[in-house]
């Protein structure tokens, strides 16, 4: 099928869609979510193919952790899918309200976006994710994932178009983009007589050039170069956990720490404790002279490394000499996505919360909670680092749009 007639498809269903009732929306939901989970083993299978596929090109160990999925992961996309279902239905949702001098009413009435498109790299779960998100809010979706997902999107797509089918629901609310030639991705980039709003998730490069080339309105989900700063007030314990669970815990995600920036006055403290959880993780440090002072063997930092997503066992780290310093490094490098400061002093705590320029900025809290599942919103579609319609994880209301609702009783302009 090419992309003019799924653009079509997608165009007439979502009129079809729209009319489906909270409660038919979320059976289907529900049904999808039990399909997922009974078919693991089909899924396993067509992800084997793509992880075999990776290993043989040498695909780095937080990319193929991306694309990996496990009988674990299936599930949280039921779970997820599940979750969404129990969530409330904002279509509908009367924003504001007010009446005319002249006894004209007019209301701001939560409505679809419509056909939404989203391109995405080597993760499978946003498969789940994005379909039920946007079937919850009444929006048709065009998936192209990327070549390395190819078999296990494929294999995803089919479960839930057929648990659809179940549910008497048209399966082209959901479509997916089998063709990997690039040419196809950058046609789809232009298809607004049918999309409505393309999201990016992956890559800077890819999303660069999405934003470059889309004539279609662009949601921008960014990279992650995200910042850990370690105050001169902060409890050295609490600080490494922090640090350790950010960077370690999964290194492939954009809301992992990528960059440690260290007070230079907890520095001897600090540091060792540091090293002592890393080195159990064979993190490699890239530090600035500050911090080689305390740790010889560190790797020298350049200026590339402050402002680099590494997605690896890699962390690049910055000796500072206040506050001030601190927040101005972190919003001369970061990508507007996850920020943190560790200290026990509120006062600083606040600066630092008001002034760095993110999307989440946390105190005492690991970068890891940015996530649409642990902010409560269900699954997300993706972490928007700009500033217009969305910012941070995107949940129900992020796919909705508005229009006003306007009543009278032969209401005409006189100027």
Known sequence: MNLKEMGRKASEVKLILQKLTESERNQALLKAADRLAERKKEIL???????????????????????????????????????????????????????????????KVRVPVGVIGIIYEARPNVTADAF??????GNAVILKGGSDALESNKAIVKVIREALEECKVWGDVLQL????????????????????????????????????NSTIPVIETGTGNCHVYVDKDADPEMAAKIVCNAKTQRIGVCNACESLV????????????????????????????????????????????????YLDYILSLKTVDTVEEAIAHINRYNTKHSECIVTKNAE????FLNEVDAACVYWNVSTRFTDGFEFGFGAEIGISTQKIHARGPMGLKELTSYKYLIRGNGQVRQS
């Open 262 to 309: 260290v007070h230079r006055d907890i520095r001897e403290v600090f540091l060792p404790i540091l090293k002592d959880r890393l080195d159990s993780h064979k993190v490699e440090l890239r530090g600035d002279e500050g911090v080689r002072e305390i740790l010889p063997d560190c790797v020298p930092a350049t200026e590339e490394d402050y402002g680099m997503e």
């Open 177 to 212: 983009i089998t063709d990997t030639d690039r040419k196809v991705t950058v046609e789809f980039m232009k298809l607004k007589e049918y999309v409505d709003l393309l999201i990016p998730r992956g890559s800077a490069g890819l999303i660069r050039s999405v934003v470059e």
């Open 132 to 137: 039920g998100l946007c079937f919850k809010t």
């Open 45 to 107: 299978t067509a992800n084997e193919k793509d992880m075999e596929a990776a290993r043989e090109h040498n695909m780095k160990q937080g990319l193929q952790d991306r694309l990996r999925l496990s009988e674990d992961r299936i599930e949280a996309m039921a779970e997820g899918l599940r979750q969404i279902a129990a969530l409330p239905d904002y279509i509908g949702e009367v924003m504001e309200e007010l009446e005319r001098p002249n006894g004209m009413k007019i209301a």
């Open 348 to 351: 600083t705590a606040e600066r």
